[in-house]
């Protein structure tokens, strides 16, 4: 989780982040918007109550705490009644869990401890007295505002205004009590540094594990060109060479020698591929937009091509968009089926990530678990990027990818 996250989700943004200076924000609809206060209304509703019940928890649990004290000192007590109090702590964190995610559109990725998570009630229940009395607001703002209809008390015009006032205020503190339910489960609830530390190192072993596996397969694959391909030439060669040596007829040899020199051309171009699916030398040359170019003269079917990039991206991270591209266009041409694949790789003046897409008109079907697919999915992975195939039978098949400009 981001730290613009603690004042930015859902619908509510209680602080314009960076981007909010240079461009306004998009229009949020109405019906979305009164939704979204009305689950925050509900969230703070719960909250009030849980809140009450988690006073009572904090209060009991120290209480008995202080009168059981002296079992501390035996271990199978002391044991058995800090397993009861993680229990029902835990049981209360999940209670708060699950009412961050329906009513306030976070979740909490986290595995505090028994200690955290008891700082954790022990915090939030102020919290949620205060949003219970914020929230109580609105309906005395709204007695006020329609009071003077003499359908109630038939009090003074001029009372509308503190109504709409108060009512205002209800919904701007219901606003704010969600960016500080956010913040607090955040802090207490969410992954520690040592949590992010080991989750980074699992990924990281992951990936790494991920690329040894995609070399070995692309080495398998150049290895399968070269023999079935290339190699075989290479053979039809040297025996028509030695045929032409062996020869006698003049005729005969010429036909031989035409014959050896065409193997001798199919040779050379086989090679040229095998070459350009290993690295193309246009790439380092010429730059992404060419070299994108060239796997859509070399595809059987048609291929559009839209490169649109605010600057040249770090090599690696070229090298990781022509790949996805090229096995992206390969299969497609190969067993889809389409009559023709769009390319499109943008990336927007001062964003730090570049988007992939690559989208045909075939039978879709696609598997993403697949020998070249999964071997993308862990290319990219390695450069922290994300990879997605959305394949549905019938098609359109649709792969996307978004990587770092500038990966770290």
């Known amino acids: 989780m981001r730290d613009d996250e603690l004042t930015t989700g859902g619908t509510f943004a209680l602080a314009p982040g960076p981007a909010a200076a240079v461009r306004s924000a998009p229009r949020i609809p109405l019906a979305q918007l009164a939704r979204a206060w009305g689950l925050a209304a509900v969230g703070a509703v719960l909250g009030a109550a849980l809140a009450v019940v988690e006073i009572g928890f904090v209060l009991l649990l120290g209480a008995g705490a202080l009168v059981l004290s002296p079992l501390a000192f035996w271990r199978p007590a002391r044991r058995l009644l800090g397993r009861a109090a993680a229990r029902s702590t835990a049981a209360l964190v999940a209670v708060e869990r699950a009412r961050l995610a329906a009513c306030f559109d976070r979740q909490i990725a986290g595995r505090p401890g028994t200690v955290r998570s008891l700082g954790y009630l022990a915090a939030r229940w102020p919290v949620g007295i205060f949003g219970g009395f ?7 703002g709204l007695y006020l505002a329609v009071s003077p209809l003499n359908v109630l008390d038939g009090n003074d015009p001029a009372i509308i205004v503190v109504g709409v006032v108060f009512m205002y205020l209800s919904v701007q503190g219901t606003v704010g009590l969600v960016g500080m339910e956010r913040a ?11 949590d992010l530390l080991e989750q980074r190192v699992a990924e990281l072993t992951e990936s790494r594990a991920g690329v040894v596996a995609a070399v070995d397969d692309e080495r398998r694959r150049i290895e399968r060109d070269l023999h079935d391909g290339v190699q075989q030439r290479l053979v039809a060669l040297a025996m028509l060479l030695g045929r032409l040596r062996r020869g006698t007829d003049p005729r005969r040899g010429a036909d031989l020698l035409q014959q050896a020199h065409d193997e001798a051309q199919q040779a050379l171009t086989e090679l ?7 690295y193309p030398a246009t790439l380092d040359e010429l730059g992404l ?15 559009s091509v839209d490169c649109r990039l605010a600057e040249r991206p770090a090599r690696q991270v070229e090298t990781a968009v022509y790949f996805v ?46 020998g070249g697919l999964s071997g993308l999915a862990r290319r990219v992975a390695a450069l922290d990027g994300r990879f997605r195939v959305h394949s549905p039978p019938g098609g359109p098949t649709e792969i996307t990818a978004e990587l770092p400009a500038r990966p770290e």
């Open 134 to 140: 914020v929230l109580a607001v609105f309906p005395g």
């Open 184 to 194: 607090l489960a955040r802090w207490l609830l969410g992954p520690s540094r040592q």
């Open 272 to 278: 040229r591929e095998v070459a350009w699916r290993v």
């Open 289 to 303: 937009e060419t070299a994108l170019r060239g796997v859509a003269e070399r595809s059987g079917i048609p291929v």
């Open 325 to 370: 591209v090229r096995e992206a266009v390969t299969n497609a041409a190969k067993h889809s089926g389409a009559e023709v694949i769009s390319v499109r790789v943008t990336q927007e003046p001062g964003a730090a990530a570049i988007g992939v897409r690559i989208e045909d008109d075939g039978v879709g079907g696609a598997d993403p678990r697949g």
